[in-house]
């Protein structure tokens, strides 16, 4: 996604590019609350249950191949820093980077992410008034004055980033589970979405981000966030999530996910640390 000045990020970093590029067709495309923050921002009170069921069009290049992920997310000045309009003004890191079109589309699955419907970050880049509305309230303390995002904020921003990326940048309805009470989904939800697609983890902060999905039981594909291929995916598939994660909780979601790595003699070797953030997505 985006302007980058010097040597570009995807040089360094190329399975951040193929992750990137994935992402750019979602700043191309339309979405359910508006994805370019250049146009007037669109509350998302379509949501229902809590906004657990929410919309996703993120494409792989606009999360992985943009000036906010390149310069700022991996210097921390966005996450020691408060997720508001005077502290990201205040940063001419961050205020520079926002200036790419790719960046804002980032930012605006952040904002949704960490801030609580209702709430709304409003910053201006030369001369423009751009506004990202919060929907699901994951890290809310991240957008209050002198907060900052720390390490489980970043796990749970990470995953519900991570969970709305969409291969072909198209609008689609998802209800997104954690064990979080802002991701509890009613029996009206769970009946409307049965189909339990992956769940999703990592860090996006990280100075090497880390994008990790597992599969459930049966799956092999996840065609609405890495197409007609794992291979190319710009998320990384660590495994099936019954061997990395904790058991499923009531709702079907899979709770603290682990990295995981492929011996030379097939096993999977299962990392001790999970990721609190772990987001199951369910799909109609």
Not at 46 to 64: E, G, M, R, Y
Not at 229 to 251: F, K, N, V, W
Not at 257 to 274: F, H, I, Q
């Amino acid at each position: 996604m985006g302007v980058q000045g010097g040597t570009s990020f995807m040089d360094h970093s190329p399975k951040l590019a193929a992750f990137v590029l994935a992402v750019t067709a979602l700043a191309t495309s339309a979405c359910a609350a508006s994805l370019d923050p250049e146009a007037p921002a669109e509350d998302a009170e379509d949501a229902a249950s809590q906004a657990v069921q929410t919309h996703n069009a993120l494409t792989s290049n606009a999360l992985t191949s943009n000036a906010l992920t390149a310069d700022v997310l991996t210097s921390s000045a966005l996450t020691s820093s408060a997720l508001t309009a005077e502290a990201l003004s205040a940063s001419a890191l961050t205020a520079e980077a926002l200036r790419d079109p790719a960046a804002r589309t980032l930012l605006k699955y952040i904002a949704s992410c960490a801030l609580p419907a209702g709430e709304r970050l409003t910053v201006a880049v030369d001369g423009a008034r751009l506004s990202f509305p919060g929907e699901l309230g994951l890290a809310p303390a991240w957008g209050q004055e002198g907060g900052s995002c720390d390490g489980a904020c970043r796990s749970w921003v990470s995953g519900c980033v991570l969970a709305r990326v969409n291969y072909l940048g198209q609008k689609v309805n998802i209800s997104v589970r954690g064990d979080r009470e802002e991701l509890e989904a009613d029996k009206t939800e769970r009946a409307a979405f049965p189909t339990r697609e992956a769940t999703y983890y990592g860090d996006i902060f990280a100075e090497q981000p880390v994008y990790k999905a597992c599969l459930p039981p049966g799956a092999s594909a996840i065609p609405r966030v890495c197409g007609p291929s794992l291979e190319a995916c710009a998320i990384e598939i660590a495994g099936p999530c019954d061997a990395l994660c904790d058991e499923p909780t009531g709702d079907g979601s899979f709770p603290n996910c682990r990295d995981a790595v492929r011996r030379p003699s097939g096993k999977l070797a299962v990392g001790r640390t999970p990721h609190p953030g772990s987001v199951t997505v369910f799909l109609r």
